[in-house]
């Protein structure tokens, strides 16, 4: 048998160079695959950066909503507490009988029979208007309600200031 070294060498030509192309393929493929792989990565990286930044401004809105819920919390409190102190010591006095609370009339109410007497005290401010005095338990009542009252007020300004913090 005769070998047709021609038609070998040609077909070993033909492998090497199927071979050199592989690799030559190969080395591209790899070249453009590993530069994807950064490009990818340092996008990967910028996307977690912006991440992280978004994350941080967003905590420190809430650490300063926090902040600013915190003083209208503390601000109400004090005025809650103020308001019943005043009350209490109202209320005190009204027991005490160191205040009294007097009511002005009409003083045409008094021509249509009105039985009180028109006589004004020395210190008033009043220039001799027609004053009636309350009975305490009726005081006692008249400053519970002023008291509710009050209370409800201050609360209505922390609702209000609470829904303006929330706001910004």
Not at 8 to 17: D, I, R
Not at 26 to 41: I, K
Not at 120 to 127: C, K, L, M, P, W
Request: charged fraction near 25%; hydrophobic fraction near 45%.
């Amino acid at each position: 048998m005769v070998v047709p070294w021609k038609l070998a060498g040609v077909l070993a030509l033909v492998l090497v160079g199927a071979g050199s192309a592989w690799q030559f393929q190969d080395w591209r493929y790899g070249r453009q695959l590993a530069e994807q792989a950064r490009l990818h990565a340092n996008a990967m990286n910028q996307l977690t950066q912006a991440a992280a930044t978004a994350q941080q401004a967003e905590q420190d809105k809430r650490l300063a909503l926090e902040q600013r819920l915190s003083a209208i919390e503390q601000i109400h409190f004090r005025k809650m507490s103020d308001a019943q102190r005043d009350q209490d010591r109202l209320r005190d006095r009204l027991a005490t009988s160191d205040l009294r609370l007097s009511v002005l009339l009409d003083a045409t109410d008094a021509d249509k029979g009105c039985g009180v007497p028109a006589t004004s005290g020395a210190g008033g401010v009043d220039h001799a208007a027609v004053r009636a005095r309350l009975d305490p338990a009726h005081a006692q009542r008249i400053i519970a309600i002023t008291d509710t009252g009050d209370r409800g007020l201050i609360a209505l300004k922390a609702c209000q200031d609470y829904v303006g913090a929330l706001r910004f």
